[in-house]
């Protein structure tokens, strides 16, 4: 079945700092979804990838889908304490819309 | 972005009870909802695809029988869990497809369910 592989599976990192986290796949996706949940909390979407070689940003946030459709990148910039926690990274089936998640990237600040 | 919300947020029952959770899509259609089972400290695992006006399909290995889905309206879906178990204690998660021009999925807040 779909896999995702996301790394790193946790960091921990002074405020300021820039992160960066990727996902790896298997399978084909026609969309790369990043996404951030704060513990008991569901998901929320910070960037949704489209197009192949597709760059967006959103804030302190940028993403990147590959240009094979396999894989994507998530860049924090300048780090600050609201960033903790867990970023998944989905990707979208081509038919059935749904969505396969990557294991997650723990993410701790150190202010 | 499009807003999801879950009721109730959190549930504690005895064993063998059923529990019902609703998710609804607040300001947009879903004809496509989602359920997802998070254990902790893992990923969202795909429970089931919840369609409205007919059957919900299962992910390989989801008692059908055991996690009822119904999605009556194009606004609701409600998952239940019948005859509880402690092993059934975990974060349910709804999603909701919104298929305006980003077809995009968007998340409920969680329920926890605690099963004594």
């Known amino acids: 079945g779909q896999q995702l592989n996301q790394s790193p599976q946790s960091m921990f990192i002074q405020e300021g700092e820039d992160v960066s986290m990727n996902c790896t796949s298997s399978?084909?996706?026609?969309?790369w979804l990043w996404y951030k949940q704060d513990p008991g909390e569901g998901p929320v979407l910070l960037i949704a990838?489209?197009?192949?070689?597709e760059l967006t940003s959103n804030g302190r946030l940028t993403a990147q889908f590959g240009i094979t459709r396999k894989d994507s990148f998530l860049n924090i910039s300048a780090s600050i304490p609201s960033d903790v926690g867990i970023y998944f990274c989905?990707?979208?089936?081509?038919?059935?819309?749904?969505?396969?998640f990557g294991s997650g990237t723990r993410l701790l600040v150190r202010p | 972005g499009a807003v999801v919300s879950q009721h109730p947020s959190r549930v504690i029952c005895k064993s063998g009870t059923s529990v019902k959770i609703e998710c609804r899509s607040l300001?947009?259609?879903?004809?496509?909802m989602f359920w997802y089972r998070q254990f902790p400290k893992q990923s969202l695992m795909l429970m089931a695809t919840?369609?409205?006006?007919?059957?919900?399909?299962?992910e390989q290995g989801v008692e059908k029988d055991k996690f009822l889905i119904n999605h009556a309206s194009l606004t609701l879906s409600t998952l239940t869990v019948t005859s509880a178990h402690p092993e059934d204690s975990s974060f349910y998660i709804c999603?909701?497809?919104?298929?305006?021009?980003?077809?995009?999925?968007?998340f409920g807040p969680g329920t926890r369910l605690t099963v004594l």
């Open positions: 999603s909701a497809r919104d298929q305006t021009s980003t077809d995009t999925q968007y």
């Open positions: 989905a990707g979208q089936d081509l038919s059935s819309y749904k969505l396969i």
């Open positions: 399978s084909i996706f026609n969309t």
């Open positions: 919840s369609n409205e006006g007919s059957k919900a399909t299962y």
């Open positions: 300001d947009f259609q879903a004809t496509t």
């Open positions: 990838l489209y197009k192949a070689g």
